[in-house]
């Protein structure tokens, strides 16, 4: 079993247009341990990444492998040296089913001659599933799969390889409790076997939690690297923004207001009879375990499920969107959790991203005023300090935080009546986590009410007036949010009234 240095990086370097990513990192890995890399959005993980990957090609830079030089130029070399990759953005082939996906890349196992084995495959696929202890629909496409699926077939793909460096993206986002802790599970046993696990995530507990050592980049460049047995949340946040964070919460600012939405006894296919008056100016948590029906309800309200019986009255007139369009136009906007999906056109600009849904206001007699338009996506963007050379630039461009951003500065370009918000904080860095919580209290004080659904229960904690809790579909109580602490909150979520 090799612990020693596996693999080490001299002088990396990558420019983009108008965006240094790498300055000049120098970073090592060993055999036998699990390495955290954390930083701001933007701070250049993803990039050092894909560089390995032979995905982005570096400007400069020397890597060794056991001590010798050696180059990556394309995805084989880094096969070759036994590296293997969970991206952040999956890269997932969407009308490939699982199997395809997960052995992409890879020789397939053969009849004699060209014949691929399915048998073989399939049997090949179910073994790694197994190790991960997971169920998946191997023959049907990616695309319909859900995101947790999804995620987990990159996971599969990263272990169908025999590594000997396992690089982790953010693998996490958008898994529940259970099948992360199957993920730390395989990957203590792959630091048992001596191999190498490089683990990139903006949960800081998971980061104490899991790895030997942290390396700290900002702005492209590593400010700090240490055991993790030296580090506390604390060190590592100022680490890693260079500063303190003083509270992990904006204070509380507006009054609540009129009742705006009431919903009576909505009920569908996955809600049962759900009740609740939303007020102007409150943020409504909605409390509940993965699969309680939280993302459910946000999407019945969204236009997106239908609703088979109840009523809904926004501002005192019936409201029933039979389609997202449909919501939108009734000042009713949800920012779903896969922002990707749900809510960026990634091959378009940043400018355009930011000011499709506000295109009525920023047009004038039917003409946009582009030079409005622009500043009012600069304005949005910087309110969510969004990191971006050029607005002109496609959204694919930017780090993944960066991305989710853009879904936020679109999201307060008009102010929605009711805004929903499903993991608002999900891959985005502790100090723009705080600048987008400061946002939703904005929009709260000026009259918006929202709707927050976390499987943080701090985030609904330090954020909600009133805070919902739903279990199998069902509502299972409401409470002002005033001395509810962790115990008790589970207490409800499991349904259960009393503490
Ligand atoms: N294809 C690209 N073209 C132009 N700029 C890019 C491109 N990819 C990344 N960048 C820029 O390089 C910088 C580093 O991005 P990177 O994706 O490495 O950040 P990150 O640390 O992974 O952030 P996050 O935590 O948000 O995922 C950012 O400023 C980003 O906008
Ligand atoms: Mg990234």
Known sequence: MNTGEVLRIEGLKKQYPGVQALKDVDISFSGGEVHGLVGENGAGKSTLIKILAGIVKADEGVFRFDGKESTISSSKDATRHGLSFIHQELNLVNYFNAMENIFLGHTYPRHYGPLVDWKKLREQTRTICDSLSIDLPLEKPVSHLSAVQRAMVAIARAFAVNGRIYFMDEPATALTDVEKEKLFNVIQSLKEQGKTVVYVTHNLDDILRITDRITVMRDGQVVKH???????????????????????????????????????????????????????????????????????????????????????????????????????????????????????????SINE????????EVSRFGFLRHTHLRRKALEAGRSVRLKASDYEHHVDTLSGGNQQKVVFAKTVMRIPKVLMLDEPSKGVDVGARFEIYSIIRDLASHGAAIIVVSSDFNEVLGLADRILFIREGGMTSIHDNEGIDQEQYLHYCYGRTHA
Do not use: Q
């Open 226 to 348: 240490s055991r993790t047995s030296t580090m506390t949340k604390d060190s590592l946040i100022s680490a890693m923004i260079g500063k303190n964070l003083a509270s992990a919460f904006p204070p509380k600012t507006g009054t609540i207001g009129k009742p705006l939405m009431s919903v009576e006894n909505l009920s569908n296919s996955l809600l049962r009879d759900i009740s609740f008056t939303l007020h102007s100016g409150e943020i409504l948590g909605i409390g509940g375990l993965v699969g309680s029906g939280r993302t459910e309800l946000l999407e019945t309200l969204f236009g997106v499920r239908s609703v088979t019986t109840g009523t809904i009255l926004l501002d005192g007139t019936p409201y029933r969107p039979g389609s997202p369009g449909e919501a939108i136009s009734s000042g009713v906007v949800l920012v779903p959790e896969e922002r990707r999906k749900g809510g960026l056109v990634l091959s378009r």
């Open 353 to 360: 991203n930011i000011t499709l849904m506000s295109l009525p």
